[in-house]
C-alpha cells in the first residue's frame, strides 16, 4: 500500500489559543477599569462597618456596653459607665465626619440611629444604615448576634 498525502491536522495551536486568552483577558481588564466604583460611599462603608466590629470588640473586652451613635454629621462612640453613656474619644474611638459626597439615609425627623452591643457581643437586636455617595448606596447591617454585614 502506498502511503497517501500526510493529512494535517485542525484546530488550534497552542500559541493561538493563549494569544486569543491574552487579547480575552485585555479586553476584560479594559472593563473593569471603565466600570464606576462606588466612591466614597464603599470606603465609608467599609471604614463604618469595621468601626462596628471594634466597638462590638471593645463592649467584650471591656465588659461594658459600648454605643455607636449615628448622625447626619458622622458618628461617635460611648460606653456606659454606671448606668450613664459618656462619649469615648481617644485613640481608634474618636468621633468620625462622613467623607465628602457620603451621607447616611436617615429617617425625615434625622434622628441619630444608634448600635449598641452587649458584654456578650450581641447587638440585642437588628438594626441597618444606608450610606449613600455619588455613585453608590450601601448597607450596613448587624444582627441580634451583633455580626456585622456589608450589602
Same mark, same amino acid.
Given at each position: 500500500?502506498?502511503?497517501?498525502?500526510? #493529512?494535517? =491536522?485542525?484546530?488550534?495551536?497552542?500559541?493561538?489559543? &493563549? /494569544?486569543?486568552?491574552?487579547?480575552?483577558?485585555?479586553?476584560?481588564?479594559? /472593563?473593569?477599569?471603565?466600570?464606576?466604583?462606588?466612591?466614597?460611599?464603599?470606603?465609608?462603608?467599609? #471604614?463604618?462597618?469595621? +468601626?462596628?466590629? +471594634?466597638? #462590638?470588640?471593645?463592649? &467584650?473586652? $471591656? &465588659?461594658?456596653?459600648?454605643? /455607636? @451613635? /449615628?448622625?447626619?454629621?458622622?458618628?461617635?462612640?460611648?460606653?456606659?459607665?454606671?448606668?450613664?453613656?459618656?462619649?469615648?474619644?481617644? *485613640?481608634?474611638?474618636?468621633?468620625? +465626619?462622613?467623607?465628602? *459626597?457620603? #451621607?447616611?439615609?436617615?429617617?425625615?425627623?434625622? =434622628?441619630? @440611629? =444608634?448600635?449598641?452591643?452587649?458584654?456578650?457581643? *450581641?447587638?440585642? *437586636?437588628? $438594626? =441597618?444604615?444606608?450610606?449613600? $455617595?455619588?455613585?453608590?448606596? &450601601?448597607?450596613?447591617?448587624?444582627?441580634?448576634?451583633?455580626?456585622? +454585614?456589608?450589602?
Amino acid at each position: 500500500m502506498i502511503p497517501g498525502p500526510a #493529512r494535517r =491536522s485542525t484546530g488550534f495551536t497552542l500559541v493561538e489559543t &493563549m /494569544v486569543v486568552l491574552l487579547l480575552v483577558a485585555l479586553l476584560a481588564a479594559a /472593563v473593569v477599569l471603565t466600570l464606576p466604583d462606588g466612591g466614597g460611599a464603599v470606603r465609608a462603608t467599609e #471604614r463604618f462597618a469595621a +468601626h462596628l466590629v +471594634h466597638a #462590638r470588640d471593645e463592649a &467584650m473586652l $471591656g &465588659m461594658r456596653p459600648v454605643r /455607636v @451613635v /449615628v448622625d447626619a454629621d458622622g458618628y461617635r462612640f460611648e460606653r456606659q459607665d454606671w448606668g450613664r453613656w459618656q462619649a469615648l474619644a481617644d *485613640g481608634p474611638f474618636k468621633p468620625v +465626619h462622613w467623607e465628602s *459626597g457620603v #451621607r447616611p439615609v436617615l429617617d425625615r425627623d434625622a =434622628s441619630p @440611629v =444608634s448600635f449598641v452591643f452587649d458584654l456578650q457581643g *450581641g447587638a440585642g *437586636g437588628s $438594626g =441597618s444604615l444606608v450610606l449613600a $455617595g455619588e455613585r453608590a448606596r &450601601m448597607r450596613v447591617e448587624v444582627d441580634p448576634d451583633g455580626e456585622v +454585614h456589608v450589602e
